[in-house]
């Protein structure tokens, strides 16, 4: 019975550590020393536990439209804002946010730092 103890606690122990490795950290995919200010049309909001993604169509430098994907702090985050996502955050509508880009070049994604919802600032992650 001991021995069957001591198994189960190492394996709890080690597929909590591997859960926790598998969880990305910011500095890897997003360079954190700049913060950029976009503008953007939201074609979607996937709000997934803990995180949230923003899909904007946005100009590229050429004038093309471009899809992004900006990730942000999930439903916890937004509640504790005070955001009602289902009627302040729409499809359709223009957003101003701040955000630091991706590490890899001309990739099309960046983490939200800041967003203007219903005409305030909302700061997410500090600048």
Same mark, same amino acid.
């Given at each position: /019975?001991?021995?069957? /103890?001591? %198994?189960?606690?190492? #394996?709890? #122990? =080690?597929?909590?550590?591997?859960?926790?490795? #598998?969880?990305?950290?910011?500095?890897?995919?997003?360079?954190?020393? !700049? %913060?950029?200010?976009?503008?953007?049309?939201? =074609?979607?909001?996937?709000?997934?536990?803990?995180?949230?993604?923003?899909? $904007?169509? /946005?100009?590229?430098?050429?004038?093309?439209?471009? !899809?992004?994907?900006?990730?942000?702090?999930?439903?916890?985050?937004?509640?504790?804002?005070? %955001?009602?996502?289902?009627?302040?955050?729409?499809? &359709?509508?223009?957003?101003? $946010?701040?955000?630091?880009?991706?590490?890899?070049?001309?990739?099309?994604?960046?983490? /939200?730092?800041? %967003?203007?919802?219903?005409?305030?600032?909302? &700061?997410?992650? #500090?600048?």
């Amino acid at each position: /019975m001991k021995k069957l /103890m001591c %198994v189960a606690v190492a #394996a709890c #122990a =080690l597929g909590g550590s591997l859960a926790v490795q #598998a969880h990305h950290s910011a500095n890897a995919q997003y360079d954190l020393t !700049k %913060v950029v200010e976009m503008q953007g049309e939201l =074609l979607e909001f996937a709000n997934i536990n803990p995180h949230a993604y923003w899909y $904007f169509n /946005m100009p590229g430098p050429d004038g093309t439209v471009v !899809k992004w994907s900006i990730e942000s702090p999930g439903p916890a985050a937004w509640r504790r804002y005070g %955001v009602r996502i289902k009627d302040d955050i729409k499809p &359709g509508q223009v957003y101003k $946010f701040k955000a630091s880009p991706a590490l890899k070049p001309n990739e099309p994604n960046a983490l /939200m730092r800041s %967003v203007e919802i219903n005409g305030k600032w909302l &700061g997410l992650i #500090a600048n």
